[in-house]
């Protein structure tokens, strides 16, 4: 997956969490199923955030793997 990819997947991620909470607020949901919702919700945001971070530090070490890039900090 690219970082542009993951990025959207994390932006709607929010986005479905943010829809829970309105619908604990609009009683569509009880107290029980919004934290089970939530639970859920937060375990992907997790995941989406883990891979982020690993595409990031891939992205970080080609960059520093790269000969030119080398060069500039020389």
């Keep these: 997956a690219t970082l542009e990819t993951v990025q959207a997947e994390l932006a709607a991620?929010?986005?479905a969490q943010n829809?829970?909470?309105e619908f604990l607020e609009q009683g569509v949901y009880d107290v029980d199923t919004f934290k089970m919702r939530m639970a859920a919700a937060n375990e992907k945001l997790d995941a989406?955030?883990?891979r982020q971070a690993g595409i990031?530090?891939?992205i970080s070490r080609s960059k520093a793997a790269d000969p030119a890039v080398l060069a500039r900090k020389i």
């Design 13 to 15: 991620a929010k986005a």
């Design 19 to 21: 829809r829970l909470y």
């Design 48 to 50: 989406i955030q883990q």
């Design 56 to 58: 990031e530090e891939e």
